[in-house]
């Protein structure tokens, strides 16, 4: 049974900094894609970037690029989210989300790719 495990969530003020991470279980995660969603009241759920676990290429959407950074322990099965310069509008429900596959890097955002899911973390960023 596969399982992802989300945490370091939390409240900060805007500028600030959080680590999120996911670690699965019962998954091989060995060449497949793992990515991060978030998905604010009333709104809809968002790609936030994405990774391939074989070879670590990454994909962001553009409203994190340059303060975001998606990364990983193999030897952990683990994936992070280190979030730089966090604005209000980051605040959300954020989701780990697992592939069976290996997804094509133009689809990476898509949550249709995901099949295994977290039940996410809550980051709150304050004005």
């Known amino acids: 049974q596969v399982q992802l495990v989300e945490s370091g969530g939390g409240s900060v003020q805007a500028g600030g900094s959080l680590r999120l991470s996911c670690a699965a279980s019962?998954?091989?995660?060995?060449?497949?894609?793992m990515g991060w969603f978030r998905q604010a009241p009333a709104k809809e759920r968002e790609g936030v970037a994405a990774i391939r676990t074989g070879g670590g290429s990454t994909v962001y959407a553009d409203s994190v690029k340059g303060r975001f950074t998606i990364s990983q322990d193999n030897a952990k099965n683990t994936v992070y989210l280190q979030m730089n310069s966090l604005k209000p509008e980051d605040t959300a429900m954020y989701y780990c989300?697992?592939?069976?596959?290996?997804?094509?890097?133009?689809?990476?955002?898509?949550?249709?790719?995901?099949?295994?899911w977290g039940q996410g973390t809550q980051v709150t960023v304050s004005s």
């Open positions: 989300a697992a592939a069976s596959w290996v997804v094509a890097l133009t689809r990476m955002m898509r949550t249709s790719e995901y099949y295994y």
């Open positions: 019962g998954y091989t995660y060995s060449r497949k894609s």
